[in-house]
Each structure stands twice: as C-alpha cells, then as structure tokens.
C-alpha cells in the first residue's frame, strides 16, 4: 500500500509565497516521475509541474517563472514552492507519484487566494 500525502495549503493573499509538500509512504521501492497538477473551482484538472528522478522539470507555460518544483529522493518527498500567487491560482493541488511502476494520487490540499 502506498499513500501520498500533501502539506502546506492555506489562504493567502495576491502576491504571497505557499510551499507545498507531499510525501510518499507505504511499501515504496522506486519513485519516477512525481509532480503536482490543479483542479480550479469548477473546471478540469491542469498540470502544474512535474520532475524526474533525476531532477528533470517540466512546467505549465504560464506558471514557469513563478512555480518551482523540486524534490528529496531521500525523504520520498516532492515540493512546490509558488510564489506572487494570484486569484487565479486557487484550485485544490493534487500531488502525482509514479511509486513502483504504478500512478498515485494524493488526496489533495486547498489552495485559496485572495485579491
């Protein structure tokens, strides 16, 4: 059984800083691609960011610049640190693991901001 389970959700303001975390736990042996995608009120799931266990990046065009994900190999843990959030960034952030050759999803954390 694996589980991932995300941190570091909240209500801010425009322009503030969050970072978020989700850690992998459970029966893990290998851990690939982990990132975090969002669901805004009311419309599709969007990716967010992703990173390879080497450390490769892959971003949503209009985040880059001021998402960054990063990641601890030794924790099992992937972060994501956003910062000069805007309204349009609220949505719930749901953290992606490939753990053992199999997806996972993470429950999700409520990100809110307010203009």
């Known amino acids: 059984q694996v589980q991932l389970v995300e941190s570091g959700g909240g209500l801010v303001q425009a322009g503030g800083s969050l970072r978020l975390s989700c850690a992998a736990s459970?029966?893990?042996?290998?851990?690939?691609?982990m990132g975090w995608f969002r669901q805004p009120p009311g419309k599709q799931r969007e990716l967010v960011a992703t990173i390879t266990n080497d450390g490769r990046t892959n971003y949503a065009l209009s985040l880059k610049g001021r998402f960054t994900i990063s990641r601890d190999n030794a924790k099992n843990t992937v972060y994501l640190q956003m910062n000069s959030l805007k309204a349009e960034d609220t949505a719930v952030y749901l953290c992606y693991a490939v753990v053992n050759s199999l997806a996972y999803w993470g429950q999700g954390t409520q990100v809110a901001v307010s203009s």
């Open positions: 459970g029966r893990v042996f290998s851990i690939n691609a």
